[in-house]
């Protein structure tokens, strides 16, 4: 962000205002100021040193903006910051000798100097130039340094924050319809064949909604609180597939308690169903497990059915695991997919162990 221009001027006016009265202090302390036919001149050329230094540093502000300096890497802005102040030094400095000469303010000695060889004097006003602009254009740099380092953060963390938010938002909104209206369509036709098991459906339905819903409020879930859900989802399709899925559970109870991103695990079930075992004329069996392996808790998700490409590399389910996992753990987490057998899909996720 490049400091807005009331605060530049205000900085520039203050920083070579206190050069300028540095200068004026110097002179005081050796008693320059006490002598009238220095005091004028003394001050003029406080003056003019003061003016020229807003003048040029405003001209290598304005170099550093057009050349789009501190758009470059860093490296190459110092570079490029190091030579702008260079040129600017060596203008600088044949400008105070041509203007000092004009108003008749140089000294004795250095009229001396300019009649005996006027590049040494120039090379020694370049050089005191250097020192100020260097000094100038270090500070100016630290400032938009720091300030694109700050807001790259602060950019980031709102980058990472909406993302999550998204994400979130789009996976509450990601409820399959089909699914919906296969379970509605299944508790319909037992209202009246066996309605206690309607009204369980209804309630398994109800319980899959709400926890949609309530996805946003909560980054993470028990995974005992998430395999409820995923026992729900599970007893809903089994209306629609009634002998042709099969359900097997592997839990270990010490993992019950471990937080797990909620939906993260049903949406692998459905995965499975969706992609496998409604592909299966015969239908098969879904085995989920838990375990706690080497500081991870790992769940594995197998079904009878065969890995698609398009499943693996671009379905919103794995996308949206992957984008998930990495928001919440880093590179801590893991997840894989893989055709485990001939017949058999393995999804298989590795959270870290919240102790």
């Given amino acids: 962000m490049v400091i807005s221009k009331k605060y530049y001027w205000l900085f520039q006016i203050l920083g070579w205002g206190v050069f300028f009265l540095w200068h004026i202090f110097g002179a005081w302390s050796v008693g320059r100021l006490s002598l009238p036919d220095e005091r004028l001149v003394i001050i003029q050329r406080s003056a003019g040193?003061?003016?020229?230094?807003?003048?040029?540093?405003?001209?290598?502000?304005?170099?550093?903006?057009?050349?789009?300096?501190?758009?470059?890497?860093?490296?190459?802005?110092?570079w490029m910051f190091i030579v702008l102040t260079l040129a600017i030094s060596c203008i600088a400095g044949i400008s105070e000798l041509v203007i000092y000469n004009k108003l008749n303010l140089l000294n004795e000695k250095e009229i001396i100097i300019v009649n005996r060889s006027i590049l040494l004097i120039f090379l020694n006003n370049s050089l005191a130039w250097f020192t100020y602009f260097i000094t100038w254009s270090a500070i100016y740099f630290i400032y938009h340094y720091v300030d694109a380092s700050q807001k790259g953060q602060i950019d980031n963390l709102k980058l990472?924050?909406?993302?999550?938010?998204?994400?979130?938002?789009?996976?509450?909104?990601?409820?399959?319809?089909?699914?919906?209206?296969?379970?509605?369509?299944?508790?319909?036709?037992?209202?009246?064949?066996?309605?206690?098991?309607a009204r369980a459906a209804i309630t398994e339905l109800s319980n899959i909604l709400r926890s949609s819903i309530n996805i946003d409020r909560s980054e993470t879930v028990s995974l005992a609180d998430e395999l409820n859900i995923i026992k729900d989802y599970l007893a809903l399709e089994q209306m629609r597939f009634e002998d042709r899925l099969s359900v097997k559970y592997n839990i270990d109870d010490k993992t019950t308690g471990q937080p797990v991103p909620p939906m993260m695990l049903q949406m692998l079930v459905e995965n499975a169903i969706k992609h496998g075992i409604s592909h299966e004329v015969n239908g098969g069996t879904v085995w989920l497990s838990s375990a706690l392996k080497d500081s991870f808790l790992e769940l594995t998700v197998e079904s009878t059915g065969r890995l698609k490409k398009q499943q693996k590399d671009s379905g919103f389910g794995i996308r949206s695991i992957l984008e998930r996992l990495k928001l919440m753990y880093g590179d801590k987490a893991g997840f894989e997919i893989v055709q485990s057998s001939p017949a058999t899909v393995t999804a298989k996720l590795r959270l870290p162990l919240i102790l």
């Fill in 49 to 78: 040193f003061a003016v020229l230094g807003l003048v040029m540093t405003h001209i290598l502000r304005g170099s550093i903006l057009k050349l789009k300096v501190l758009q470059l890497k860093v490296t190459a802005q110092i």
């Fill in 160 to 197: 990472k924050s909406h993302v999550k938010e998204l994400e979130l938002k789009t996976i509450k909104t990601h409820i399959n319809p089909h699914f919906i209206f296969n379970a509605l369509n299944g508790i319909r036709a037992m209202v009246d064949e066996n309605p206690e098991r």
